[in-house]
T-cell receptor, first 113, second 115 residues
């Protein structure tokens, strides 16, 4: 069975500081990995995805993520956060031939001025 | 492309009542998914459709839940005899098989409160 762990429930960073959100997955084969962002009371917006190829993927809003098979990780990064990045971030995995996304429990990001 | 839409956005109902939610996917998308998200958790898969065929249902989808996609376009999710434990955000997503086949686009959700 596939699973996702996001070890950090809540992270606070200063505006302009760098950000890294952690994601570890469990899946028996090559996974397809995603990061979504959810603003309060809203649905989820896809930030980026990894299917294959280059392990460093670029997404929208200046985010990037790196797939590390040896560590079963897919951490999300941003070099300089903006106040508008405050939201809940979800990592998700799906396996080939499977249709259902399995999400982590999310990391809530707070930005302080 | 107007995105995935859901109606209503909020629903308050009394325990024991039936409720129905609607989802309109992105127009050319042939796959439609329902997820449920409770407070402090990530979304959990409920069911999905390929066109009008319901291909998979989660064990989370009890007999009180039924989903349809009669013409392969919009979908409805009905909950009968609601319970307080049904209070959650119900999210709909759609995707196009064959192009970014695992890329699911989500609607804004319907927040259900059962009193």
């Amino acid at each position: 069975a596939q699973s996702v762990t996001q070890p950090d429930i809540h992270i606070t960073v200063s505006e302009g500081a760098s950000l890294e959100l952690r994601c570890n997955y469990s899946y028996g084969a090559t996974p397809y990995l995603f990061w979504y962002v959810q603003s309060p009371g809203q649905g989820l917006q896809l930030l980026l995805k990894y299917f294959s190829g280059d392990t460093l993927v670029q997404g929208i809003k200046g985010f990037e993520a790196e797939f590390k098979r040896s560590q079963s990780s897919f951490n999300l990064r941003k070099p300089s956060v903006h106040w508008s990045d405050a939201a809940e971030y979800f990592c998700a995995v799906v396996g080939f031939g499977n249709e259902k996304l399995t999400f982590g429990t999310g990391t809530r990001l707070t930005i302080i001025p | 492309d107007t995105g995935v839409s859901q109606d209503p956005r909020h629903k308050i109902t009394k325990r024991g009542q039936n409720v129905t939610f609607r989802c309109d996917p992105i127009s050319e998308h042939n796959r439609l998914y329902w997820y449920r998200q409770t407070l402090g958790q990530g979304p959990e898969f409920l069911t999905y459709f390929q066109n009008e065929a319901q291909l998979e249902k989660s064990r989370l989808l009890s007999d009180r839940f039924s989903a349809e996609r009669p013409k392969g376009s919009f979908s409805t999710l009905e909950i009968q005899r609601t319970e307080q434990g049904d209070s959650a955000m119900y999210l709909c997503a759609s995707s196009l098989r064959g192009e970014g086949i695992y890329e699911q686009y989500f609607g804004p959700g319907t927040r259900l409160t059962v009193t």
